[in-house]
């Protein structure tokens, strides 16, 4: 598809309101087979309030995200919700019954999440099919599509399960401790198994060597200088606020409140692709997380 229209159905999937202003519109094509096209659209009067869209470059839904939900004390049975997202995943992906199969479903607050993914030797692949979010009164707030995933491989022998449980056995350890057994009161001294960090191959042909991997990690350290600046230390520095930033945001994230501080002014945007899109939030900025009872301060990510 041209840019034109993948445009045109990301609308069309978003059910994007006239007055949204669209805030990040992006093509990635360095690659025909694997290219894709990204956008945002934002509430111009509620900025919280926006929606989002990724396609492929065939015009296969990849992503879709809103927050913008009708107020309803509606409540429709699991059944339903379960069919009416099946119906939103197979009008934009012909085939989803035939090629996933259901995995389960989380209860996320307002919403229901719907879980399907390609099986294998009767096992779900990491990565594979996709999820939807869905409000008890029946809008598809999230979409996430995963596809078929890589391909994956079955050994033309397995490693004999007895094999694998004798390996666990020599390389486990045990650890004497106490613990505090169903609830109870008086602690009791157990051995607690320390099991070797790492999944053993199914493939007798990717067979780990019988040994401690972390032995492989241990490293000689070497000790910390003395500390001789008495000084004392400005937090603030050190997280590189100074006095010439001003703060442009503050949001309120419920234990903590998130501050945004920018030296200078916001450079112009270039355009509407994602690249433009943060420079633009993100060039000479630090944001910080103020704890409401403490006060003590952390970077956000």
Request: aromatic fraction near 10%.
């Amino acid at each position: 598809m041209v840019n034109k229209q993948l445009k045109k159905k990301a609308q069309e999937i978003g059910n994007v309101p006239p007055h949204y202003e669209l805030e990040i519109e992006d093509y990635n094509q360095k690659q025909k087979k694997k290219g894709q096209a990204y956008f945002i659209w934002k509430n111009p009067e509620d900025p919280e309030k926006h929606i989002t869209v990724e396609l492929r470059h065939d015009g296969a839904l990849l992503t879709f995200s809103t927050t913008v939900c009708s107020e309803t004390d509606k409540k429709l049975p699991d059944a339903e919700l379960k069919l009416m997202a099946l119906q939103f995943a197979a009008a934009n992906h012909p085939g989803t019954f035939m090629k996933f199969h259901f995995q389960g479903k989380e209860e996320r607050g307002k919403h229901i999440r719907f879980i399907y993914t390609k099986m294998e030797l009767g096992l779900p692949l990491p990565n594979s099919g996709f999820l939807i979010d869905i409000t008890r009164s029946g809008q598809i707030v999230h979409f996430l599509y995963y596809g078929e995933g890589h391909k994956a491989e079955v050994p033309n022998e397995f490693v004999a399960k007895e094999k694998v449980v004798s390996h666990y056995l020599n390389t486990m350890s045990l650890q004497l401790m106490y613990d505090v057994i169903d609830g109870e009161q008086v602690p009791r001294l157990v051995y607690e198994p320390i099991l070797p960090g790492y999944s053993y191959p199914a493939d007798v042909d990717e067979i780990v060597p019988d040994q401690h991997i972390a032995d492989e990690r241990i490293e000689n350290g070497a000790p910390l200088p003395p500390f001789q600046n008495m000084e004392e230390i400005n937090i603030y520095a050190m997280l590189g606020l100074t006095s010439d930033m001003q703060k442009v945001s503050e949001k309120d994230f419920g234990e903590e409140i998130g501050s945004t501080w920018r030296k200078g002014t916001a450079p112009e945007r270039k355009d509407l692709s994602i690249g433009s899109y943060f420079e633009t939030r993100n060039k000479n900025t630090i944001k910080i997380k103020t704890d409401k009872k403490t006060g003590k301060l952390g970077l956000t990510p």
